[in-house]
């Protein structure tokens, strides 16, 4: 009888050795793509700058993009490359004296602000990334890139510039991707992203502090 038992023992640990054997495990990713959506909130007010007079504005609007690259180390951890740009367009009337005594002309100028975020990170898994809702987290940090440009044209003068500063920028959040398939998933995120560009009414650097929604699709 106790011959008869560990047979049994030992064909049981072989055939459930053989299932485990037939039963895949979920390969690791090496590189994983984002593209999608932003929402940003307020800009804070900004002089721009430009030769021989300034302009007030902002940086923001509500709309951009985000473009991400994820390098896979682990089930739990991977580096991060992270792209974004926001963009502005304002239209507006002038008034140019082109003699004297002024005798104003009446032409349009626009203002185009844009604003690029370059960060690169890490991004951390909170559970297993093969959960059906796989949430995390991420540090990011670098730099951003602002530049405005100024034109007129019209019957009384045409003009065009544009300024450009770069500063240090970061990122700071949390998301969650709900898997659509194998290797398709829904990833939205928020994160606080602070940036050292645009100047106050001293011409002083200031902080344009920022939360950010993105939701877009993840590609396995």
Not at 43 to 66: A, M, Q, S, V, W
Request: glycine share 10%; proline share 5%; net charge positive.
């Amino acid at each position: 009888m106790l011959r008869f038992q560990g047979w049994a023992f030992v064909i049981v640990l072989l055939v459930s050795s053989l299932a485990f054997a037939q039963t895949p495990t979920p390969t690791l990713p090496k590189l994983e793509f984002f593209g999608g959506y932003l929402d940003a909130g307020e800009f804070p007010y900004t002089d721009f700058k430009f030769t021989g007079f300034t302009l007030p504005g902002d940086y923001g609007t509500h709309h951009g993009f985000e473009l991400s690259v994820i390098r896979d180390l682990n089930q739990r951890v991977g580096i991060k490359g992270d792209f974004s740009a926001h963009f502005q367009g304002n239209a507006f009337p002038i008034n140019v004296c082109v003699q004297t005594p002024c005798v104003p002309v009446l032409q349009t100028a626009q203002l185009n602000p844009r604003l690029f975020n370059f960060l690169a990170g890490l991004e951390l898994r909170l559970g297993n990334r093969h959960w059906r809702v796989a949430p995390f987290t991420y540090a990011l940090a670098g730099l951003a890139h602002a530049t405005a440009t100024f034109k007129t044209a019209g019957s009384a003068f045409n003009l065009s510039q544009t300024t450009r500063e770069t500063g240090f920028a970061m990122a700071l959040g949390v998301g969650a991707d709900v898997r659509l398939a194998g290797r398709f998933s829904v990833r939205s995120s928020l994160d606080f992203n602070p940036k050292w560009v645009g100047r106050d009414d001293n011409g002083e650097r200031q902080v344009q502090n920022d939360l950010r929604l993105a939701v877009g699709v993840l590609f396995h």
